[in-house]
């Protein structure tokens, strides 16, 4: 499969599994096999989507001059989400009503409100995905567009090895 597809479904697969557990959220409190189910789903498409691709495609899509640098950046940035989102789902998904907010917390906008801003970010991952290039299938000169072009015939290479050949002709040995 390619990279862009594979990251396009495990996207899709999460936003569906989100707004279903987001959606049927008080349903899932009294039924307690469906919550576990579609968790789990949204946990396999996040491992076959994006989790698959977060090293795959940095490591391919950046120029060669520069792809170590933008890698570590990009695995920084990803880092750097995965803290922040974290922790904001701790506090996001905290109980509306105050006298329900564990202490310490402030309240927030509730798990199922969570649970529809996480689905909304997966959404925004299927929107940012599609501008990513495609690198499935092509040279890493190819992606970063850093192929050279073939010299014709009589180029500086060829006047370079002609003269090595001259000169090495025209030597003189007698004297050594």
Known sequence: MRRKKIQLLGFFGMT?????????????????????????????????GPNATT?????????????SM?????AAAGKAGAIVGAFEFLYASQPKDPAKVDKGYSPGIGMQGSLFV??????????????VPESNGKSLEE????????????TAGDD???EVGTASAT???STV
């Open 16 to 48: 569906v599994s989100m707004c279903v557990l987001a959606t049927w959220y008080n349903y899932w409190l009294r039924h307690y096999v469906g919550f576990p189910v579609f968790y789990g789903l949204t946990f396999f498409f996040a491992n076959f």
């Open 55 to 67: 090293f795959v495609v940095p490591a391919e899509i950046f120029p060669a001059r520069l792809r």
């Open 70 to 74: 933008c890698h570590g950046i990009s």
């Open 118 to 131: 996480m689905a909304g970010i997966n959404l925004l991952g299927i929107l940012f995905t599609l501008l």
């Open 143 to 154: 992606l970063s567009e850093e192929t050279e072009a073939e010299e014709p015939a009589g």
């Open 160 to 162: 370079v090895k002609e």
């Open 171 to 173: 030597r003189d040995d």
